[in-house]
């Protein structure tokens, strides 16, 4: 057998709890201890966890928070001929859902701001429903009275699709918070569309569930907005899409119909298969009330080995190795390359847990027998180390490690918050020409920029690249787009792999729909919402 | 540990290679041999494989394959409006597809009649395209003649959706079989909708990849019927809906259009996921034609345990046993009953691998380590053993016998066929409940029935029913439904788990869904093909 090569290299003065890997006890047997792996934004940042730079419910002209301004005035965008709210509207509203109708500026300030702190809206009325009835209610009155509504879960999005652009009435899923059932044989969990995601996983942990979904914004998004982005994630990899595990849905129309579509059946072809129709519709087909989702077991061995790598090439082909080795067990495949380091370093002072290197890569295993976990682990380290591929690594076997190590990768949105003004992008390539796309960059744009990054779920072929600048310049924009979407779509990309379209991705869909594709969307939403009052101005271009 | 109670009851009498499995070595090691494990119904039963009780291309008024009955001569079925076919017309379909357009009555017969040999059309063409541009100009110019279609794949379907009802013009997927590419890295296929499932598996097993879905039918089925159907079959406990491992799909729409979405990216958020509104949808709402889906790795080791059961409750709780000790390497969970074995060993000459039993289970498992999948399998079975829940057991660990093993549940369809008249149910329950139906049956039809028995993917929660007699009868069928629908319905079950519509199914949806989802579909229906040229006669209940 190959030998364990790189123990002696281990920086140990970098990370303290190294010290405890001792290379005989590389690899450890440990048990899932059901609380959750990573920092989440919630508890990172506060009371409603939404913004890591301001304070909710305090004045938002404090020095650390700067105004944010109107999305109307930064954007060329005008608004369609909905009907304002009236004093009327407000008592009717009053009468539906009674103590649940919010116009304090202060507490709209919250709902009416993204987390990224780039789009302002001017909602004049928040409304908090408990149950799909009072939602029916809302919904058919504001059909009636040609109301615009912008449904909001989380506010977590990254795209401007979960805060109003103009005076959209916000519907808050905040108190649909209820789980309505849960089936210990089958892993079934229903629930309503506000539940928070890290409240659900901790609900179905203690069941010996997993949620089949994990995400940074676990401590403050909800399960409805996570089906209504079709939210991608950590486990993506392992457990698919949200089109496989959603069993069912209820959904209220734009004019208050309610479509109960909430199944626990694994298997059901009665008909088509409406509610894929609202999985990813960022609320603009309907309002998603309660969910039906399958939960995959508990494993009971979860092992993370964070690793450097020397190239990507390397990256890639400690992947395949990974999915050869690792089989069944491999739950997660992430990189991130070294200008992330830095970020995470400097911005955070978390410290690199192995020597620097190009890239690194963060692979989780979960499997159900302890022993054989760790040996698969063991003999793919030894292959990838002795073989080149990695060049020197570490592994965390228990719960606060493994937290330590997935922070590196799951904390380097926060980083290049507080690094500047931050380009977005979220794309999906071929895997062997992912990273390519951040190098050609780094070189077009030069100094231009602070930082070119590129990070992401490889395993889902799925880039997150993001651009730092000390502040938002048009010309680096320029350079920018559609510089990145054409280079995107030659290679049969998606200019929105996981974070959807919302208000700020809706005039490049060209770049991954052709003009069919488009057309039926917008079909699709006049079928459903012919008025348009479900959250105009999002996820589709605008009509002429 | 405990010790292997059961070896020395083992009937080796009954199935010569039992002998090999003794008790020491009875977890073996071995290897996936890359070929399929059952018998496909198309390997069974000749040339075409699409009926196991007439041979193609031959008279079709032999002893042993008596006339189907015209389904509008057997069914209350008004024909509507479209227009006949022409010789103009068929002149134009030679322009479009020289000597690809069939009106050959010998030829034609195979097509206008379905596999279980209960519907017959009366279609007077058959067209045989290539590619997505000729069934794009096939349909422009149908939609523009208001001429009717049938799709068709690989017309194994159980429902009667595959065959014309009336002279609808079939439009045959059969020679659109390519494969377009295969991704190495990622396991991406990407191909045409003609590609029969058991040549995709066989294509991609040498690239150590294995399809996600596999079924009895593979030997004949397509994977464009498969995605049409939403096929489920025997891999879906493992790999999931096709909702999940479906990544794209080109489809051609009523009026001619190529909607092109066969991205080969595991996400992409770029709008409406409108592939979805194809899978499932039976051919009424566009014409697959292409298909890119995601394949997993090849399993290295494969094993197959066949067990018996003393009752359901411990069926139930061996499944529960199951993910708990077999986790990740669980890949089917299969139950028959006591009648279930006495028809495949009456019709078929199969015997018992196992002690009698009132029920039986085919538990398999898939792993990346050989050894590692023995022990875990090992400790269930101990453990299974022990404790009660099964009372007799075998396993195989090498091709030859593990097909063997699935054969038995496999070819129970055709041991019906075998037995007389069969009243088939397809039906999704709460786990809990599932054989309570076939239990309530059989003491509903006493004698009337000769045989009532229950079957499935209890993994999945899906029931077979079946009900065989000398012959078709109005009043049992007047005793059987709508019961069975009823029940169903009382529990929230689904009264088409995965055989789907078709022709036969369609008045019954109501009992599976809510009125407001049946007036989304048809509004679906009416927006995709206003003209209702597709697939007429299926899927949805008849208009008023």
Chains 1, 2 share one sequence.
């Not at 208050?256 to 298997?267: A, F, H, W």
Request: aromatic share 8%.
């Amino acid at each position: 057998a190959m030998v364990w090569r790189l123990a002696p290299r281990w920086p140990v003065w970098l990370f303290p709890w190294r010290a405890a890997c001792t290379p005989g006890a590389f690899v450890q047997q440990r048990t899932w201890a059901g609380a959750t792996r990573s920092p989440s934004w919630g508890r990172l940042h506060g009371v409603a966890g939404v913004s890591p730079l301001v304070r909710r419910g305090s004045s938002s002209t404090s020095s650390q928070a700067p105004e944010v301004v109107l999305t109307c005035e930064r954007y060329p965008v005008r608004r369609l001929p909905f009907s304002t709210v009236s004093e009327e509207d407000l008592a009717t509203f009053e009468r539906i859902i009674p103590r649940r109708v919010i116009t304090d500026p202060e507490e709209l300030e919250a709902s009416n701001v993204d987390w990224l702190r780039t789009m302002r809206g001017c909602s004049k009325v928040l409304l908090k429903p408990r149950t799909s009835e009072e939602v029916s209610h809302i919904l058919r009155y504001c059909h009636e009275r040609n109301l615009a509504v912008n449904t909001q879960g989380g506010n977590t999005g990254l795209v401007g699709g979960s805060v109003p652009v103009f005076d959209e009435i916000i519907l808050s899923t905040a108190l649909m918070n209820q789980v309505v059932s849960f089936q210990d044989i089958s892993g079934i969990l229903v629930c309503q569309a506000g539940c928070i995601l890290e409240e659900l996983s901790r609900y179905v942990e203690e069941r010996d569930f997993i949620m089949p979904l994990d995400l940074g914004a676990k401590g403050s998004c909800h399960i409805g907005g996570n089906l209504a982005t079709n939210a991608g994630g950590l486990r993506f990899l392992r457990y698919g899409s949200l089109h496989g595990t959603v069993l069912g849905l209820e959904v209220v129309l734009a004019d208050g119909t309610v479509l109960n579509c909430l199944t626990s059946l694994r298997k059901d072809n009665t008909g088509y298969d409406l509610k894929q129709l609202f999985i990813g519709s960022e609320g603009t087909l309907g309002v998603i009330t309660a969910v039906s989702i399958l939960c995959p077991p508990k494993p009971r061995a979860v092992n993370v080995a964070f690793l450097g790598c020397p190239g990507f090439a390397e990256v890639l082909q400690t992947f395949s190795t990974c999915k050869r080795m690792l089989g069944e067990i491999l739950s997660a495949y992430e990189f991130m390359d070294a200008e992330c380091m830095q970020l995470v370093r400097h911005h955070l002072h978390l410290a690199s847990p192995v020597q620097e290197s190009p890239f690194y890569v963060l692979v989780e295993t979960s499997g159900s027998r302890v022993e054989h976990d760790a040996e698969k682990l063991s003999s793919f380290l030894e292959h990838a180390l002795g073989s080149g591929l990695v060049t020197d690594g570490t592994l965390a076997t228990d719960q606060g490690k493994i937290k330590m190590l997935w922070a590196l990768r799951e904390r380097i949105t926060e980083a290049l918050t507080r690094d500047g003004y931050v380009y977005k992008y979220d794309i999906s390539l071929p895997v062997d020409r992912l990273y390519d796309l951040v190098t050609d960059l780094r070189a077009r744009l030069g100094s231009q920029a602070k930082h070119v990054v590129g990070y992401g779920h490889l395993g889902d072929g799925n880039l997150h690249l993001n651009v730092t600048a000390e502040a938002f310049s048009p010309s680096l924009l320029g350079d920018l787009e559609p510089y990145v979407y054409e280079w995107t779509a030659g290679q049969r990309g998606s200019v929105s792999a996981e974070h959807g379209v919302g208000f700020k991705k809706q005039s490049v869909l060209g770049y991954s729909k052709p003009p069919e594709a488009l057309r039926l969307m917008q079909q699709l939403k006049t079928l459903l919402d012919p008025k348009g009052i479900l959250n105009p101005y999002k996820t589709l271009p605008t009509r002429a």
